[in-house]
């Protein structure tokens, strides 16, 4: 069974810049999550998506958002970006709620200069 | 002060040592909880899910839940080098798979 695949695995930016990333989750999984780490703040939650439809957001600023395909393919999009945004963005997996069933993918990792 | 605390490390523990991981949280609505393993730059390894209290075993692993403390702790036996990573813990209310983690324990087995 295939893991969950992040494109692009690397990414330079500059500020001002937007940028869009995407996950393709595991087959049949419907749910997919979005993780900014640093390593001041950890892993913070971004956003969920289940069924085409965001469930719930973190406590990011508006330039941050996401999309949920029919596929449950998912992208995420950061526009004007700052030098703080430069972080490993980690798409997660999951077939619904409460399941062990769950896997992360390895990142994108973004560079804001 | 953030909702889920865990002690950063390093920690460094000799092969073949008993290893104790902890978390402790403020959300008493945390329902379920889990600790994933991450190597460098990797993504995070689902380890351990437990739901509510209790233990859960699984090979050399195992994790504790007591959420009247909203205490959890994660019991690596026979370390191996192979051990060495950061181990995040991380829970979420339900509802969805909003998960909140901790900062994450970097851990070094040494021969």
Redesign the interface.
Known sequence: KAGVTQTPRYLIKTRGQQVTLSCSPISGHRSVSWYQQTPGQGLQFLFEYFSETQRNKGNFPGRFSGRQFSNSRSEMNVSTLELGDSALYLCASFPDVGTDTQYFGPGTRLTVL | QKEVEQDPGPLSVPEGAIVSLNCTYSNSAF??FMW?RQYSR?????LM?T?SSGNKEDGRFTAQVDKSSKYISLFIRDSQPSDSATY?C?M?R???????????TQLKVEL
Request: charged share 10%; glycine share 24%.
């Open positions: 329902q379920y994933y990797k993504g995070p390894e689902l899910y739901y995040l991380a979420s339900g509802g969805g798979n909003k998960l909140t983690f901790g900062t994450g």
